[in-house]
């Protein structure tokens, strides 16, 4: 059957055509003064000092842990397992060793219970993901890097616009890393963030994003030709468009919008989900503490594959995050880890369509799909 609510849909309109349509009658379309401006805008939304706009979460990323490794040397990355892979390939390929951590009893991410013991002499930084939109206890784990003298990279690529509980914005403790592909809550089509207070961690950045060149730069005179070009050190294009950032720009306008549209969907599946049999809820939060940018349940392992293929089969484009888990991939199977609520986790969750232009009617039709399917499946 052909699928009738797709996951995620982005949350596209005139505002943001007409912002793109804009900067490509300029002409500036690569550089420009849109990504200053979404750079700043992001910053001040994000409560920091410096924002770096980038071409991928991925990009930025990697450039973060190259700086970590350059400036601390090689070392050790502890980061979950239950993540998509780019976590841990990031590290990987920038000459880092992921060290997975297990999950907390209870929960999709890593908690200074199951951090601390892996925290040794190589260390280097501790990596949290922000998992579906809910932020990490983030004064916990930022106390914990502060006090081993560890690097905190926060995944924040699901949860922009978010802080936690106690008023924490995510992205301000550390190094924040946003993403804004397509089914993220809010979008430019491809895209990333680097936050961070750090102003020297801020230039290392924008001087290897942009191959190495430092700006206004000559040895030849005081000054400095329009076509001078002088990398001081290797480099990669790693640059957002102006176009995107221009998107971008409307769309962190009306991300508290979005996101309070996308809690309302939330809401409805909570309520009627919450007291169904064979399947486990967390509790809802605070529009301002959780994005849903995913919407998970559980539900047995020996049900879900079926609960899945019933879903897309009946026109619910559900879908899993994340089975199998990192470290049991091929490219990092190798080294043996042991992760039981992990790999538990992964067998048994689910993640329902969810977007801020999902209509009622698409919700409702979710919901009794999943309780045609429960039914069905557990009587078989």
């Known amino acids: 059957m052909e699928i009738k609510v797709p996951l995620c849909r982005p949350d596209v309109g005139e505002l943001e055509i007409e912002a793109v349509g804009e ?3 300029s002409g500036n379309v690569s550089h420009g003064s849109s990504i200053t401006e979404f750079e700043e805008n992001f910053a001040s939304k994000t409560g920091v000092k410096y924002a770096v706009a980038m071409n991928s979460w991925t990009s930025a990323a990697f450039l973060v842990f190259q700086y970590i490794r350059e400036i601390y040397g090689v070392g ?3 980061l979950p397992s239950f993540s998509f892979v780019a976590s841990a390939n990031v590290v990987s390929n920038a000459g880092l060793i992921p060290r997975f951590a297990e999950i907390g009893e209870g929960s999709y991410e890593i908690t200074c219970d199951t951090i601390e013991p892996l925290i040794n002499e190589r260390t280097r930084a501790i990596m949290p993901v922000n998992f579906a939109g809910k932020p990490v206890d983030l004064s ?13 990279v926060e995944d924040s690529a699901e949860t922009i616009g978010v802080q936690t509980p106690d008023g924490i914005k995510v992205g301000s403790c550390g190094v924040g890393i946003f993403s804004f592909y397509a089914t993220k809550n809010m979008t430019t089509g491809e895209g990333g963030m680097v936050t961070t207070n750090s102003q020297s961690l801020m230039k290392w950045l924008r001087l290897r994003m942009a191959h190495g060149i430092e700006k206004g730069t000559s ?21 957002m468009t102006n176009f995107q950032a ?8 009306r991300l508290t919008e979005m996101n309070k549209k996308r809690h309302v969907i939330a809401q409805t599946y909570y309520d009627a989900l919450k007291n169904t049999h064979n399947l486990w809820l967390e509790p809802i939060l605070k529009t301002e503490n959780h994005s849903y940018q995913m919407f998970v349940v559980q539900t047995l392992p020996t049900m879900r594959d079926k609960l899945v293929h019933f879903l ?15 470290h049991l991939q091929t490219a990092y199977a190798s080294r043996n880890f042991k992760l039981l609520r992990t790999e538990l986790t992964s067998k048994s969750s689910i993640s329902l369509p969810i977007s801020s232009v999902q209509t009622t009617e698409e919700t409702d039709f979710v919901i009794q799909k999943l309780l045609n399917g429960i039914a069905r499946i557990s009587h078989d």
Do not use: C
């Open 140 to 152: 916990a784990i930022s106390n914990l890097a502060l006090n081993k003298n560890v690097f905190l």
């Open 246 to 253: 221009a998107m971008g720009i409307v769309q962190l306008n």
């Open 312 to 326: 897309n089969q009946n026109g619910v484009g559900a879908s899993v995050h994340f089975d199998p888990p990192i």
């Open 76 to 78: 050790e990355v502890i």
């Open 219 to 239: 040895s030849q005179s005081n000054v400095t030709p329009s076509w001078y070009r002088n990398a001081v050190t290797f480099g990669h294009n790693f640059r």
């Open 23 to 25: 900067i490509l009658r």
